[in-house]
C-alpha cells in the first residue's frame, strides 16, 4: 500500500509538458507561411504558448484539420471562413462547424503582375492571355482571381487557364514563362524571388471605378479597391498602383481552450514590433481592428480579451 501510494506521489510531482500547439500553413515562400511563423514566434516569447508551424499544400487541406482537431489553428482569408463555416463554395456538403475566428490580421493586397518588360499594361489587356487557375490545394483563389479579372471587365472564358495546385507552382511557372500572367499576394518571399529572377516583374493596376468594383464584388463581397504606395518590401510596385485587398485572418479550432485563444490575441495585440521584425507586412496590422466583424464566429477567449480592451464588436 505504502509503494502503491510513494508511486501515486512521484506521478504527481512530475513534469508536465506543456502542449504544443499545431500551427497549419500554406506552402514555405508564401506570405500565409511568413504570417504563421512570425505570429508562432510572438505566441512562444510573450504567451508562453508552443506552436509547431505545418506547411501543407494550401487551406483547402489545412482548414479541415483545423475544424477536426487534428490542428489548432491556422490563417486563411476571409473568404474561406465564410465558405468554410456555411459550407458554400469547394466546402459545399462539407460545412466546417468547428472553426472560430481569432483575430483578423491585415489585409492582403494582390492582382495579377506581369514581367516588366510586358507590353500588358492593364487587366483589360489580359485577354487571352495565359492565366493560373484550378488552384486544387488553394481553391478559394479561382474566386480571387475572377473577381480581380471581372474589375478589368474579363470573364475566365476570355482567359486561357492553366492549371496549378497552387500560388507557388504558379509563380514558377510564371519564372519559367509558362504562363503571361502570375498571381501571389504583395510581399511575400516568392514575390521578391520571382522579381529577381525575371528581370523585374509590375503588379497590374485596378480600378475604382464604382461599376468596376461592384464587378468585382459580385465574385468577392468583402474585397475592395485600395492604392499601394512603393516601398523596398513591395517588389512589383514600383509608383503608386490600385490594388484589390480582402482580410487575412487566424482561425482556430472550437476545442482550443478559452484561455490559450485569450493569451494568443493578447501577444498579438501588444506585438505589433516584434511582428513587423518577423515579416514587414505587418505593418498594415491594426491591433484594434483585430475583432472586425467576420462572416464566422469569434472564439470565445479572444473576445474575452476585445471585451476588456473595449474594441469588441
Given amino acids: 500500500m505504502k509503494r502503491i501510494l510513494w508511486l501515486v506521489l512521484v506521478l504527481c510531482a512530475a513534469p508536465v509538458h506543456a502542449q504544443v500547439l ?32 505545418q506547411p501543407y499544400s494550401g ?12 490542428l489548432d489553428m491556422a490563417v486563411c482569408n476571409v473568404l474561406e471562413i465564410e465558405e468554410a463555416t456555411r459550407g458554400e463554395g469547394p466546402y459545399n456538403g462539407r460545412k466546417q462547424a468547428n472553426l472560430r475566428v481569432l483575430a483578423v490580421i491585415f489585409p492582403l493586397l494582390s492582382s495579377i503582375f506581369v514581367r516588366n518588360d510586358s507590353p500588358i499594361q492593364s487587366i483589360a489587356q489580359l485577354k487571352g492571355k495565359r492565366i493560373p487557375a484550378g488552384f486544387s490545394a488553394q481553391v478559394t483563389l479561382d474566386r480571387i482571381i475572377d473577381a480581380v479579372l ?4 474579363v470573364e475566365r ?24 500572367g ?9 514575390v ?6 525575371t528581370g523585374g516583374i509590375r503588379y497590374l493596376p485596378l480600378s475604382d471605378d464604382p461599376a468596376a468594383v461592384a464587378r468585382m464584388k459580385k465574385h468577392m463581397s468583402y474585397a475592395y479597391v485600395t492604392t499601394v504606395n512603393p516601398s523596398p518590401a513591395f517588389a512589383g510596385v514600383a509608383t503608386p498602383t490600385k490594388l484589390m485587398a480582402y482580410d487575412y ?18 501577444a498579438m495585440y501588444e506585438g505589433k ?22 462572416p464566422a464566429t469569434f472564439h470565445p477567449g479572444s473576445l474575452k480579451f476585445y471585451q476588456e480592451k473595449g474594441i469588441a464588436k
Fill in 192 to 197: 521578391l524571388e520571382v522579381h529577381k529572377s
Fill in 59 to 70: 487551406s483547402s487541406a489545412v482548414l479541415p484539420l483545423v475544424n477536426s482537431g487534428e
Fill in 182 to 190: 502570375g498571381f501571389f499576394a504583395l510581399g511575400a518571399a516568392k
Fill in 22 to 53: 499545431g500551427f497549419g500553413s500554406a506552402p514555405q515562400g508564401s506570405i500565409g507561411y511568413n504570417m504563421s511563423s512570425a505570429i508562432a514566434k510572438v505566441m512562444a516569447e510573450d504567451a508562453k504558448l508552443q506552436s509547431r508551424v
Fill in 273 to 294: 514590433p516584434k511582428l513587423i521584425e518577423s515579416l514587414g507586412a505587418f505593418r498594415g496590422f491594426n491591433p484594434d481592428l483585430m475583432n472586425r466583424a467576420m
Fill in 249 to 266: 485572418l487566424v482561425a482556430v479550432g472550437a476545442h482550443v481552450k478559452d484561455d490559450q485563444a485569450y493569451k494568443i490575441a493578447k
Fill in 150 to 153: 471581372a474589375n478589368g471587365g
Fill in 157 to 180: 472564358k476570355d482567359i486561357v487557364p492553366v492549371l496549378v495546385p497552387n500560388v507557388i507552382r504558379g509563380a514558377d511557372d510564371f519564372a519559367e514563362g509558362k504562363i503571361d
